[in-house]
């Protein structure tokens, strides 16, 4: 993950269940010095957790603050 999402002239696609941060953690994400832009195709994978009384942080938002130049993602879950 790190590797991929690393280098800027790459194209990141996850294609799995929820987002993947079972793998590599949000905090690892926005941690990174750049991003590259990414694909996360996994259902649910743009969903927020609410934090207080302040906007939901979610998986994408440390792929945005990575510096990450777009990020497409899926709102819903994909029911059979």
Same mark, same amino acid.
């Given at each position: 993950?790190?590797?991929?999402?690393?280098e800027?002239?790459?194209?990141?696609?996850?294609?799995?269940?929820?987002?993947?941060?079972?793998?590599?953690?949000?905090?690892?994400?926005?941690?990174?010095?750049?991003?590259?832009?990414?694909?996360?195709?996994?259902?649910?994978?743009a969903?927020t957790?609410?934090?207080?009384?302040?906007?939901? =942080?979610?998986?994408?938002?440390?792929?945005?603050?990575?510096?990450?130049?777009?990020?497409?993602?899926?709102?819903?879950?994909?029911? =059979?």
């Amino acid at each position: 993950w790190k590797t991929t999402l690393s280098e800027r002239d790459s194209l990141f696609v996850f294609c799995g269940h929820n987002s993947g941060e079972e793998f590599c953690y949000r905090h690892s994400v926005s941690r990174l010095p750049t991003c590259a832009p990414a694909l996360m195709m996994g259902c649910n994978s743009a969903r927020t957790d609410a934090e207080g009384q302040y906007e939901g =942080q979610g998986y994408i938002s440390a792929f945005l603050a990575a510096g990450c130049p777009a990020v497409v993602s899926a709102t819903r879950l994909a029911l =059979q």
